[in-house]
């Protein structure tokens, strides 16, 4: 979205309900403690791909929201700040799925499940989302996930995959850098494999998904791509 064709007074209504939004999710966090709540706020204000989720609507009101490798479930966060949610977590590492339960609660409609993403069952979904998860991974696990996340896509559901695009030199190297110091220090598994964007595009056609690339990076040293994927017209399952 080109913010700048966008007339002054509707930028300046966006910033305020993004910031109140902003403002509603990450106090969800107080109760996970000082941590969970400094990178709920850093991460979802710096982080371009959870204010075009929102703004872009990209996740309808009321859709049934399955978040691969969730972390401590921030786009829950928005989602639950923003109305009623149906919204299943998978996370890998006990102690974000830990802080995700604590945000979101176990009464709201949100449902956190820490488990891997490469065994866990995927329950029927309207949107479906990877949000720099799927590096973790080994090539063939990728793909196999790629066609699970897809098959558990209800008519008309749509699949959203960000991921770095390993043919940007520079940017690539600095998330790379990134997620190899966050995994140290968060003791999880460094991250295995990335693809140049027009192979994760293939791989999303070759299972029948219509695909459309948006730069997700802005205002960072990344090159993040978000991928919008749907099922085309008439396609099978
Ligand atoms: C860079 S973080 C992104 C978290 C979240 N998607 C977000 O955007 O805030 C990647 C997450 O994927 C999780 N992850 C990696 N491999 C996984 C697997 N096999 N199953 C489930 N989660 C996994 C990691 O533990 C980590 O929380």
């Not at 109305?83 to 709201?108: I, K, W």
């Not at 696990?141 to 066609?147: S, T």
């Not at 790379?176 to 140049?196: C, F, I, N």
């Not at 802005?218 to 749907?230: E, K």
């Amino acid at each position: 979205m080109n913010t700048m064709s966008i007339p002054w007074p509707r930028r300046h209504a966006d910033d305020l309900a993004w910031h109140a939004l902003l403002d509603r999710a990450s106090a969800l966090y107080r109760p996970a403690g000082r941590y969970a709540w400094h990178f709920a706020r850093g991460k979802l204000r710096l982080d371009p791909v959870f204010r075009h989720l929102v703004e872009a609507g990209l996740v309808p009101a009321g859709a049934r929201v399955l978040d691969l490798g969730c972390g401590q479930g921030l786009l829950g966060s928005l989602l639950q700040a923003a109305g009623p949610v149906r919204y299943t977590g998978v996370e890998l590492q006990a102690r974000d799925a830990g802080r995700a339960r604590v945000a979101l609660g176990t009464s709201s409609g949100a449902e956190i499940v820490c488990g891997d993403v490469r065994t866990q069952a995927f329950p029927v979904s309207d949107t479906v989302v990877l949000l720099d998860v799927l590096h973790y991974l080994p090539p063939a696990a990728q793909e196999a996930v790629l066609a699970r996340a897809c098959a558990a896509l209800a008519p008309g559901g749509r699949l959203l995959l960000r991921v770095g695009d390993a043919e940007a030199r520079r940017g690539y190297a600095f998330g790379r850098w990134v997620d190899r110091v966050v995994s140290g220090l968060r003791r999880g598994a460094p991250p295995v494999q990335g693809r140049p964007v027009p192979d994760w595009i293939d791989r999303l056609r070759a299972l029948g998904l219509q695909v459309e690339a948006r730069p997700m990076s802005q205002g960072t040293l990344f090159a993040n791509v978000l991928l919008v994927a749907q099922r085309r017209e008439g396609a099978a399952a």
